[in-house]
Antibody, heavy 121, light 108 residues
Framework: QARLVQSGAEVKKPGASVKVSCKASGFTFTSYDINWVRQATGQGLEWMGWMNPNSGKTGYAQKFQGRVTMTADTSINTAYLEVSNLRSEDTAVFYC??????????????WGQGTRVIVSS | SYVLTQPPSVSVAPGKTARITCGGDDIGSESVHWYQHKAGQAPVLVIHYDSDRPSGIPERFSGSNSGNTATLVISRVEAGDEADYYCQVWHSGSDHVVFGGGSKLTVL
């Protein structure tokens, strides 16, 4: 079955960048969009954007445009989320999730375990 | 931007029925998906395309969507159903995925 395994927790200083990885297995990685979702401390789920590992095409939530980059390495079935210029409000758990229908326009049917990122001076 | 409105909390006694609503402008014309999210775990898809249950999700979970309100219904609620529940749509106008604010289900 589909499985997404994310990289471990990170602690970063304000202004720094973080890159979270999401390794896929159990399905054809290039056939599904990958969504990225975050949950800031005490907040709900928030969609950050999507990427297609085959084409490299991306779409970012307006809130994160200019500060987020989503990429993939199809040779190792891994998606990446990079967030730059971190601020304390970015302290959150970040999730990757497979678009179940193949397209980001639908639902997410398989999620990574989450990566906690703490931004603190 | 498209906004989905959920009640912050819903409480129900074990064995009873919980109804969690998700309000949005003409949401009935959108496809609504629902997730269960327990603390420290990854979200789990419980309903997709308004009312379809993924494999492995109990029949106690059902959904509907009409007009300006989508509803997740959990029948014969169990203690293990206690979690946050989120509705989600894809808004074509903005090409954005949108989540509701989430509803905390408490089993009394």
């Amino acid at each position: 079955q589909a499985r997404l395994v994310q990289s471990g927790a990170e602690v970063k200083k304000p202004g720094a960048s973080v890159k979270v990885s999401c390794k896929a297995s159990g399905f054809t990685f290039t056939s599904y969009d990958i969504n990225w979702v975050r949950q800031a401390t005490g907040q709900g789920l928030e969609w950050m954007g999507w990427m297609n590992p085959n084409s490299g095409k991306t779409g970012y939530a307006q809130k994160f445009q200019g500060r987020v980059t989503m990429t993939a390495d199809t040779s190792i079935n891994t998606a990446y989320l990079e967030v730059s210029n971190l601020r304390s409000e970015d302290t959150a758990v970040f999730y990757c999730a497979r678009a179940g229908s193949g397209f980001h326009t639908g639902y997410s049917d398989s999620w990574g375990q989450g990566t906690r990122v703490i931004v603190s001076s | 931007s498209y906004v989905l409105t959920q009640p912050p909390s819903v409480s129900v006694a074990p064995g009873k029925t919980a109804r969690i609503t998700c309000g949005g402008d003409d949401i009935g014309s959108e496809s609504v998906h629902w997730y269960q999210h327990k603390a420290g775990q990854a979200p789990v898809l419980v309903i997709h395309y308004d009312s379809d249950r993924p494999s492995g999700i109990p029949e106690r979970f059902s959904g509907s969507n009409s007009g300006n309100t989508a509803t997740l219904v959990i029948s014969r609620v169990e203690a293990g159903d206690e979690a946050d529940y989120y509705c989600q749509v894809w808004h074509s106008g903005s090409d954005h995925v949108v989540f509701g604010g989430g509803s905390k289900l408490t089993v009394l």
